[in-house]
């Protein structure tokens, strides 16, 4: 297998779904058991850690172990393995999130755990939507920083680890440029309705800034033949240029008219 191959193949593993999936791919690809492969990992690993981003670099590190396992046990065995140790990690997760939980949250600290309770990516997108206070307010990282020393404290591992990706999460769009947060804000409504509402709210989203910006994101989707995503930012590219043009409901309206709800890219 050729070294891009290998390094598709790489990025089908690290960014499955979940165990099953992983397995599948594993199971249609054995070189990702080669050396080479894991080699290629390690590196991906290093430049991480260089980059001080720990949290990918221990997910890497984990995928990493479950094919060195594989290779020792073989895959069906790694993999029941890996999916037996997931679900007690998830348990110790739950029951250490529990015993930070305050019994009468403040109104802050009551969207922190709604966001800590998102069970999906859809989920998190919506909390985000509805408390944009989390994305605005330092105090929202502050009460994770917290957080993350009481389970230290109290050695709740899997608590900090959790705790640590949505720190991590809310930093990163606590640090977006004020029109790259606003476009993060206005693509993650799940409806045109609210969409229109988020325009209105932040007029500098019809600004000439903003639908670059947009543009500049079309264009890195295609660069990554990623067409799917580069259509849904089409569009909300499309409804700012209208909007500029119409007003924010006229423009929503005609592409309600047009199109299905949207959907976060």
Do not use: C
């Not at 995928?63 to 594989?70: D, I, P």
């Not at 769009?173 to 709210?201: D, G």
């Amino acid at each position: 297998m050729s070294i891009d191959k290998l390094a598709d193949a790489m990025e089908q593993f690290v960014n499955s779904e979940d165990w099953d999936e992983a397995r599948r791919i594993v199971e249609s690809n054995s070189e990702l058991l080669s050396d080479q492969a894991l080699q290629l990992l390690s590196e991906n690993i290093s430049d991480y850690r260089t980059t001080h981003r720990d949290d990918v670099a221990e997910y890497l590190e984990e995928h990493r172990a479950l094919l060195e396992r594989s290779r020792q046990v073989g895959v069906a065995k790694a993999f029941a393995e890996a999916e037996a140790h997931a679900r007690e990690t998830l348990e110790a997760r739950r029951r250490q999130m529990d015993a930070l939980r305050p019994a009468q949250p403040t109104p802050l600290q009551a969207a922190v755990w709604q966001l800590l309770d998102a069970e999906s990516p859809e989920k998190v997108d919506q909390v985000l939507s509805q408390h944009l206070e989390l994305t605005r307010d330092q105090s929202a990282l502050e009460y994770l920083d917290s957080l993350i020393q009481q389970a230290q404290a109290a050695h709740a591992d899997e608590a900090v680890r959790y705790l640590r990706e949505y720190h991590e999460l809310l930093r990163t769009f606590y640090e977006l440029p004020p029109v790259m947060r606003a476009l993060q804000e206005f693509m993650a409504v799940p409806t045109w309705t609210e969409s229109a509402r988020v325009l209105k709210n932040n007029p500098s989203l019809m600004s000439a800034e903003a639908i670059s910006t947009l543009e500049d994101l079309v264009q890195e989707a295609r660069h990554q033949n990623d067409e799917p995503t580069a259509h849904v930012l089409e569009t909300y590219k499309r409804v700012l240029e209208r909007s500029r043009q119409v007003g924010p409901d006229k423009a929503v309206e005609e592409i309600i008219e047009t199109e299905e709800e949207p959907i976060v890219p």
